[in-house]
């Protein structure tokens, strides 16, 4: 034991250091005790444990009473992070919204695109009172006339008054799904009421479209519910819009009257030979009867080009057929530009399904006033139409010529 006093703290009756303790007078370090393992020494204190205290955040708030007990201020436990998202991830792939999404928009457009351009060509359709309103028949009737005006683009005027219905169609969509598409010779010899016995085109002429609807009604018994006129510089020019249509003739053709000009086969036409092969009559034997073959021809043909691809996924092509065919059309009101479409559409069925032929007793009656005449029977036409009104009537395959 030495006999020399540890020196005291520089702090007034502070407690003397031990021998060889190195802090420096009146710092605040303190002794720090052995480690457990090493066991006490001599004369010291065990040091006893700290409690635990169950709350988490015991031991802050202890030594933050302490520190403020010592004047010191206390020091606040650090703020809350911000919460941590809980994003709920989609079931699908980032790639398949994506293309959902550039679906639903392509849509949009689309719809957009498609009700624009029927709202402008509805606007542009001439709409005329032709309806009869008798009682209506069973089915969906069509009345197609494509009337033939003198003085316009496509037909040269030769003298003629007023205008003729060259070509006289009968659309037909039974209650049971099947479609008929029947040309009504315009030679028919028929009754035009108020007028005694004429050819059917005369109806036309002597009072229009009221007129011929009528006419048309009682020859057929089936009640006309859409009337559909189409200027021939409309064929023209809606053959023109989709570019073209592929007919088809059994023999070489040069018709001066028609300006029909081709060679025996299938050929790509544009608007101006397909109107002389509409109206082309003179170089047939048949007249009028092959004359109806060939316009049901043209229709079957103008209706798969309408509805190809070339034409369905152009935009320029719809618009120039929009515009030419709501140029040339006259219909009955109520009738606008989505009706004439699901008629296009039955008419593809139609012809899809094959031709049907109005039975004929006489095909070349001499009548008093009006020349030669097709000459039908009573008995013949009522059963024939009433197979067409409920849907049994067989149409044969088309012979494409």
């Not at 066991?39 to 205290?53: I, M, Q």
């Not at 082309?280 to 060939?294: E, K």
């Amino acid at each position: 034991m030495s006999d020399h006093q540890p020196p005291r703290s520089s702090r007034p009756g502070g407690p003397r250091r031990p021998a060889g303790h190195r802090a420096r007078a009146g710092g605040s370090a303190r002794p720090v005790p052995r480690s457990p393992r090493q066991g006490p020494t001599a004369g010291s204190t065990p040091t006893r444990a700290l409690p635990v205290s169950e709350e988490p955040d015991a031991g802050i708030r202890s030594g933050s009473s302490t520190r403020a007990e010592a004047g010191h201020d206390p020091v606040a436990p650090p703020p809350p992070g911000p919460a941590r998202s809980t994003r709920r991830r989609s079931r699908f792939p980032r790639p398949l919204r994506l293309g959902a999404t550039l679906m639903v928009l392509v849509l949009v457009v689309v719809v957009g695109w498609v009700a624009g351009l029927v709202l402008w060509a509805d606007s542009r359709i001439e709409h005329v009172d032709a309806l009869s309103g008798i009682e209506n028949t069973e089915g969906t009737t069509y009345l197609i006339a494509g009337s033939d005006r003198r003085g316009g683009d496509a037909v040269d005027d030769d003298g003629t008054e007023g205008a003729r219905t060259d070509t006289i169609m009968l659309l037909h969509k039974a209650r049971n799904g099947n479609s008929y598409l029947i040309s009504l010779p315009r030679d028919t010899l028929v009754d035009i009421p108020g007028r005694g016995g004429y050819k059917l085109n005369a109806a036309y002429a002597f009072g229009g479209a009221p007129l011929l609807v009528e006419t048309v009604e009682e020859f057929t018994g089936l009640t006309i519910d859409h009337y559909v006129e189409i200027g021939f510089d409309g064929v023209s020019g809606m053959v023109d819009a989709v570019d073209h249509v592929n007919l088809c003739i059994d023999r070489d053709v040069d018709d001066k009257k028609s300006g029909l000009s081709m060679t025996e086969g299938c050929h790509d036409v544009g608007g101006e030979q397909a109107l002389a092969f509409v109206r082309a009559r003179y170089f047939d034997p048949t007249a009028d009867i092959g004359r109806q073959q060939r316009q049901q021809q043209f229709v079957s043909a103008l209706m798969d080009r309408v509805t190809s691809p070339a034409v369905l996924l152009n935009p320029f092509s719809q618009v120039k057929l929009a515009g030419a065919g709501s140029d040339s059309l006259v219909t009955s009101e109520g009738t606008g530009i989505f009706t004439v479409g699901r008629m296009a559409l039955t008419a593809r069925s139609a012809m899809s399904a094959g031709t049907l032929t109005m039975p004929v007793e006489n095909p070349e009656f001499q009548t008093q006033n009006s020349g030669v005449a097709i000459l039908t029977d009573d008995a013949d036409i009522a059963t024939f139409f009433d197979s067409v009104e409920d849907g049994s009537a067989e149409a044969t395959a088309a012979d494409g010529a």
